[in-house]
């Protein structure tokens, strides 16, 4: 197989460092750049041209790893991107995927493991870590019922920060009786009875943080 040639995208020099060391021990990867933001990390894959970038999510000040890869992914004849974060959370792997990315790894593969991905990311197969095709796996297998709405997610998460349904209702300009509306199916979809108990199962789900 030819070179491949990766951009590493992470905010922690001493991460990147033991990223460049892991892929270089195989000679047929070479890193040819690294970024510590998402701004320099899209910058980078236009100008240098990589075969992939390798993603972390959480980036620090301005755009996250998610955004990074969407505007990646827009360039003309991108890059794969193959995600390596420490967050297996549905919240943190749905929108990468969504995105585009071609894997998703988390931080405590083996390095034999990292480079079998590069190679396979690189080559347009798909690369999961298996926590993380277990929940997606487990998410393709719940009803579609069970999703909750954009607005009942909001709701969620006021609901989680302490707001009452009197103070989510003045935020959202609407009424409490509407509120109350959006709990019910909230609570039927996440199989609770109550507020606290959707708050517990919606962070179990990743569905807030």
Same mark, same amino acid.
């Given at each position: 197989m030819s070179e491949i040639r990766v951009l590493l995208v992470d905010d922690?020099?001493?991460?990147?460092?033991?990223?460049? #060391? #892991?892929?270089?021990?195989?000679?047929?990867?070479?890193?040819?750049?690294?970024a510590s933001?998402?701004?320099?990390g899209v910058r980078l894959a236009r100008d240098l041209q990589p075969d992939l970038v390798l993603m972390d999510l959480q980036l620090g000040p301005g755009i996250d790893g998610t955004e990074a890869t969407t505007q990646i992914l827009r360039l003309p004849d991108p890059p794969k991107v193959l995600v390596l974060t420490t967050y297996d959370r549905d919240a943190d792997i749905l929108p990468a995927i969504t995105a585009g990315a071609t894997g998703y790894l988390l931080k405590d593969a083996e390095p034999d493991t990292l480079r079998r991905a590069v190679h396979d990311s690189a080559a347009g197969?798909?690369?999961?870590?298996?926590?993380?095709?277990?929940?997606l796996l487990n998410r393709a297998r719940?009803?579609?019922s069970a999703t909750l709405t954009p607005r009942e997610t909001e709701i969620v998460r006021m609901v989680a920060v302490g707001l009452s349904n009197q103070a989510i209702a003045?935020?959202?300009?609407?009424?409490?009786?509407?509120v109350k509306s959006h709990l019910v199916p909230v609570f039927t979809k996440l199989n609770v009875d109550n507020r606290t108990a959707a708050i517990?199962?919606?962070r179990r789900r990743g569905i807030i943080t």
């Open positions: 922690h020099p001493v991460v990147r460092g033991g990223l460049r #060391a #892991a892929l270089i021990a195989d000679p047929q990867i070479t890193v040819i750049g690294e933001t998402g701004e320099d197969k798909t690369v999961l870590a298996p926590t993380v095709a277990d929940r719940q009803p579609t003045q935020r959202l300009h609407i009424t409490e009786a509407t517990v199962e919606a």
